[in-house]
């Protein structure tokens, strides 16, 4: 899990030698869109923000756009323009797509900012889609708009399943429901605090989750079983100051299977 993060100054710009000086780089002046270029909110985009009708393949799609206030004049850190970009950028997403369960989903936020040369001039923008992730780990193109998805039974078409186990393996392979897996994220995504506030410890974070996920869990499968049982992840602190606050639950099976958990109740688990 994670943010896709892009400033229009790695889209565009470039480096090359100068000469007479020992491996000297220079940045050239990227040509960064000006706010009134920019996508707008609802519009479908390719990587590199041209607007495409929604019912073509695409890879992202405009969830808002807002403007930095209060980093100065001088051209920010990365670190600064992610605690300020992201968090507003999670909030918009979580609208957008009608549930703030978006981090069980194979759905993350991909925000982009304005280039060094941008920042001179006196632009101040940001930018914020959603993009699909495949199993891969690369940006899907998709048909179709995801505007109000994840109300009703949107969420299983974008639902995260991992192959190995969320509670013990430490990077999470993920793959297609469809395919031979171990676990499921559910429903129920569980937020555990504000990022301006101190990162938890993670006996705070097991003690939250706990309860939360069984029953979380449970509702999801329809019936407590011996074969499923409640896990969880969260994330570290750097990601804490940059809005990820919160538990994902994942329904675990004793072992892989194919098929689905949800609502599977009493039956036996898939083969």
Same mark, same amino acid.
């Given at each position: ?107 993350? /936020?991909? +925000?982009?900012?304005?280039? %060094? ?11 914020? !889609? $959603? &993009? ?93 079983? /011996?074969? +499923?049982?409640?896990?969880? %992840? ?11 606050? !919160? $538990? &994902? ?23």
């Amino acid at each position: 899990m994670g943010v896709g993060l892009l400033s229009l100054a790695l889209l565009a710009g470039c480096t090359s030698t100068v000469p007479g000086t020992p491996d000297g780089e220079v940045v050239r002046p990227s040509i960064t869109p000006s706010p009134q270029e920019l996508p707008q909110h609802g519009q479908c985009t390719d990587g590199a923000l041209k607007v495409l009708p929604c019912t073509e393949p695409h890879e992202g799609e405009v969830v808002a756009l807002g403007q930095f206030t209060g980093l100065g004049d001088a051209y920010p850190s990365e670190r600064d323009l992610r605690r300020s970009a992201i968090p507003a950028c999670r909030t918009a997403l979580a609208a957008y797509l009608g549930s703030t369960d978006h981090d069980a989903t194979r759905l993350q /936020p991909q +925000v982009l900012w304005v280039s %060094r040369d941008g920042w001179a001039r006196g632009d101040r923008w940001r930018l914020c !889609t $959603v &993009v699909e992730i495949g199993p891969d780990g690369q940006r899907k193109k998709r048909t179709g708009a995801l505007k109000g998805v994840l109300k009703g039974e949107g969420f299983a078409q974008v639902q995260l399943c991992a192959q190995g186990s969320p509670g013990v393996d430490e990077q999470l392979k993920i793959v297609g429901c469809d395919a031979r897996h171990q676990a499921e994220a559910v429903p129920g995504v569980l937020n555990i605090g504000a990022h301006t506030s101190p990162t938890p410890s993670r006996e705070q974070v097991d003690a939250r989750a706990r309860e939360h996920c069984a029953g979380a869990v449970t509702g999801y499968v329809g019936a407590e079983r /011996p074969d +499923v049982f409640p896990a969880w %992840r969260a994330f570290g602190s750097q990601a804490w100051s940059e809005g990820y606050t !919160t $538990v &994902v639950c994942y329904a675990e099976a004793t072992r892989p299977f194919t098929g689905r958990l949800w609502g599977l109740g009493d039956k036996p688990l898939p083969g």
